[in-house]
């Protein structure tokens, strides 16, 4: 196995992991240090099961391999298809966008409407399922960016909520054009990048440059994308490993599955799939379509991402 294919696939596993490790934390205050959760625990879902984080992004995932460029028609009737199915969790501007188009409000509009009710809402709806398009483009930044950019405006429209997306992105993809550079260093390289790359409102650019000086308790670590974003970026700038830094991550609690997703793709990208513990690799699971019967398991994650690095190639 190539050092390349390994990161590719610590993305997709490394953000999975993330997101069901997380899930019993999420809406609960942050744990101290001495009572941190280290395993894969019941909560909402049983131990290890993943959230509508990752089944987003499987919607994302398989639109890609169903077609290539990204076709946001397909896209918008998998995530509408997979609303409706009635997930366990589903976030509320989410559901708000997905209520309209499935109600019949074409796709390019719906989300529009929505941010127009709430003009300051700029959640991390978009960026928590972004990771497939890391791995499918990741020889092809400009595809990369366009389709970052429309997969989040399905449903999240903000600015700070697209350019959190394509931050998420391209961080992913200058650590992986690094792979020689150590991981604390390819980390601080990527953000620079990917920093460089994007007109973020200043204060969000303070918050990213300043997440690794933070103290556990400074951060909030809300559903608002630019919260999601500083503790991922904190998690794994303040530590040496995969698994220090997921489990930094998703004790924060609040919305502990998705900083445990974003925090686990770029670990993953940063330190590969071998790196990631086996006790959570075989440990996580869960089932999509919805009530299909077809369950998902570390080897699906695996195959997955070896599909979409295929489409680099194409
Ligand atoms: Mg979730």
Not at 96 to 103: Q, T
Request: aromatic fraction near 8%.
């Amino acid at each position: 196995m190539s050092d390349l294919q390994d990161r590719l696939r610590g993305i997709a596993v490394g953000a999975t992991v993330g997101d069901a490790l997380g899930m019993p934390l999420e809406f609960h205050p942050p744990r101290p240090d001495d009572f941190r959760i280290t395993e894969m625990v019941d909560g909402p879902l049983p131990a290890g099961n993943f959230t509508d984080d990752t089944e987003m992004a499987l919607c994302l995932a398989e639109s890609l391999l169903f077609d290539s460029p990204l076709n946001t028609r397909d896209l918008s009737a998998r995530f509408t298809g997979w609303y409706q199915s009635r997930p366990s969790d589903v976030g509320i501007h989410t559901a708000l966008v997905l209520d309209k188009i499935a109600s019949g409000i074409d796709f390019t509009k719906a989300a529009h409407q929505v941010q127009a009710q709430e003009p300051d809402a700029s959640g991390n709806g978009g960026v928590m399922r972004a990771w497939p398009l890391a791995i499918a483009r990741h020889a092809n930044p400009g595809l990369l960016t366009a389709e970052s950019r429309i997969q989040c405006e399905i449903t999240h429209t903000h600015p700070d909520s697209i350019n959190g997306t394509l931050l998420f992105n391209y961080i992913l993809y200058h650590i992986l054009q690094t792979l020689d550079t150590p991981p604390e260093l390819a980390i601080r390289q990527a953000i620079v990048l990917s920093t460089d790359q994007i007109i973020l409102d200043p204060d969000f650019l303070l918050t990213v440059n300043l997440s690794a000086l933070r103290m556990p308790k400074d951060l909030k670590n809300s559903g608002w994308v630019r919260h999601t974003i500083e503790s991922a970026l904190w998690a794994v700038q303040t530590t040496r490993s995969f698994e220090e830094a997921l489990v930094r991550a998703v004790n924060l609690g609040n919305d502990a599955d998705t900083s445990g997703c974003l925090t686990g793709a770029i670990a993953g990208a940063m330190y590969g799939y071998h790196s990631i513990p086996e006790r959570w690799r075989h440990a996580v699971h869960g089932e999509y379509p919805i009530r299909s019967g077809k369950l998902w398991f570390e080897a699906d994650f695996v195959r997955l991402a070896d599909q979409l690095a295929a489409l680099s190639a194409g």
